[in-house]
């Protein structure tokens, strides 16, 4: 699996927007799995997780016409850029 981690400033009044994006990319093809944390600190501040079947279907989603509209939407939303850490994930763990 492979997937990204950002943390993002999300602008007040858009919470909710931002969250249901992020529940949209369940149909984005190779997706695994996201989820969201909203950091106690306050700000609006987020980190996001998101996970793929493979580094292929990540780099195919972020190279895609689909996704980069889909980020502009998403930048919208926020206050600033996003910090992306990409990354081969090699432990994940359930309850």
């Given at each position: 699996?492979?997937?990204?981690?950002?943390r993002?400033?999300v602008?007040?009044?858009?919470e909710?927007?931002?969250?249901?994006?992020?529940d949209?990319?369940?149909?984005i093809?190779?997706?695994?799995f996201n989820?969201?944390?909203?950091?106690?600190?306050?700000?609006?501040?987020?980190?996001?997780?998101?996970?793929?079947?493979?580094k292929d279907?990540y780099?195919?989603?972020?190279?895609s016409?689909?996704?980069h509209?889909r980020?502009?939407q998403?930048?919208?939303?926020?206050e600033?850029d996003?910090?992306?850490?990409?990354?081969?994930?090699v432990?994940?763990?359930?309850?």
């Amino acid at each position: 699996m492979y997937g990204t981690v950002a943390r993002v400033r999300v602008k007040a009044g858009n919470e909710q927007e931002f969250l249901k994006m992020a529940d949209d990319a369940s149909s984005i093809p190779g997706f695994a799995f996201n989820h969201v944390y909203k950091l106690d600190g306050g700000n609006n501040e987020y980190i996001l997780v998101a996970g793929f079947e493979s580094k292929d279907a990540y780099v195919k989603n972020a190279n895609s016409p689909e996704q980069h509209q889909r980020y502009l939407q998403y930048r919208e939303l926020l206050e600033s850029d996003p910090e992306w850490n990409d990354g081969e994930i090699v432990s994940a763990h359930s309850a």
